[in-house]
């Protein structure tokens, strides 16, 4: 499916900037377009906790011009009810953070780089059958 391609490449980006650290829990943003859970398939990111933001899409209505954000990715109109909305955003999918696991007392184990997630990085760790 569409939305697991997304879930692959998160985890893809995880377990290479992890580099073996096992990994506490993990910080996505992701837009409303693809909202997932991350599926932890085993290795250093088994087990971890995923911390999921959801950004949501940005509707703006063609019969009342109101401006609204909504979580669903077709939005209908807030105020009118009207269907005639043009939809923007929402579609990213972001690694914002990781943090690992604190092992024999090194405290500052976290990773806060922000990272955007292509969305075809899928198609290499699917191929192998796996992480
Ligand atoms: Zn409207």
């Not at 943003?29 to 398939?41: K, S």
Request: glycine content about 10%.
């Amino acid at each position: 499916m569409h939305e697991m391609s997304y879930c692959e490449g998160v985890l893809e980006a995880v377990l290479r900037r992890a580099s073996g650290r096992p990994v506490a829990r993990v910080g996505v943003r992701i837009g409303a377009v693809h909202r997932v859970q991350l599926a932890a398939a085993g290795g250093p990111a088994e087990g971890a906790t995923t911390d999921l933001v959801v950004v949501p899409v940005q509707g703006h209505c063609m019969d009342c011009r109101a401006d609204f954000s909504s979580a669903d990715p077709a939005p209908a109109c807030p105020s009118c009810g009207s269907l005639e909305v043009a939809a923007y955003g929402g579609d990213e999918v972001v690694l914002e953070w990781l943090q690992y696991v604190d092992t024999a007392g090194s405290a500052a184990s976290a990773d806060r780089q922000a990272e955007v997630v292509p969305p075809h990085t899928h198609l290499a760790a699917a191929h192998q059958g796996g992480v």
